[in-house]
């Protein structure tokens, strides 16, 4: 059985701040994705990572594909507030379907 | 809008009733998916199709939980003599194919008394 954890599972912060969020697997994955959801919405895709050691940059967040494609972080700088939401990890193993971590709730305080 | 929606946005039954949730699909998608979502927490795979047939049922909980999709477009969920535990955020998502971005409706809230 294919498992994401994701740690922490909460997180409260003033603005400003940084933070890493860490999705991590023992299962290799051939491509991993991050969703953001907001309270009564659907996840929105934030990004897609393919290769491993892939670093994207998305204005002031920062994901990485580990190297050997079974794990990830997103590093957000300088919180804000508009920041908050549910952080959700997905990964996809060659042609089956997606599998979702366990979600990391992000509060940022102004 | 042009997004994918559901029906109805939230749902409350008794203990042992037959429940039918909805979703409509961005027009052209080929793929459809629902996830159930407990508590705010990850999402859990349930059924996926493309067009009309469903190739993976796999995350389906029991045979209480049946889909189906016509005219390779609205798809119904529909959850029987439904059980407390079957509480939870159900949400529809589709995309141009499997693989393929998936965008999310907002969801279904169901709660089982």
């Known amino acids: 059985t294919q498992l994401l954890e994701q740690s922490p599972q909460f997180l409260s912060i003033q603005e400003g701040e940084n933070l890493t969020v860490y999705c991590n697997s023992s299962?290799?994955?051939?491509?991993l994705q991050w969703y953001r959801q907001e309270p009564g919405e659907g996840p929105v895709l934030l990004v897609t990572?393919?290769?491993?050691?892939e670093v994207k940059k998305l204005k002031r967040l920062t994901f990485q594909f580990g190297d050997a494609r079974k794990d990830s972080s997103l590093h957000i700088t300088a919180a804000q507030p508009g920041d908050t939401g549910l952080y959700l990890c997905?990964?996809?193993?060659?042609?089956?379907?997606?599998?979702f971590g366990t979600g990391t709730r992000l509060q940022v305080f102004p | 809008g042009a997004g994918v929606s559901q029906s109805p946005s939230n749902k409350v039954t008794e203990k042992g009733k037959d429940v039918e949730l909805r979703c409509d699909p961005i027009s052209g998608h080929t793929a459809l998916y629902w996830y159930r979502q407990s508590l705010g927490q990850g999402l859990e795979f349930l059924i996926y199709?493309?067009?009309?047939?469903?190739?993976?049922k796999s995350g389906l909980p029991s045979d209480r939980f049946s889909a189906e999709r016509t005219g390779g477009s609205v798809s119904t969920l529909t959850i029987q003599r439904t059980q407390q535990e079957d509480s939870a955020v159900y949400l529809c998502?589709?995309?141009?194919?499997?693989?393929?971005?998936?965008?999310f409706g907002p969801g279904t809230r169901l709660t089982v008394l």
């Open positions: 990572v393919v290769t491993g050691g």
């Open positions: 998502a589709s995309s141009l194919g499997w693989g393929r971005e998936q965008f």
């Open positions: 199709f493309q067009g009309n047939s469903a190739p993976d």
């Open positions: 299962s290799v994955f051939s491509s």
């Open positions: 997905a990964g996809a193993a060659g042609t089956d379907k997606l599998i």
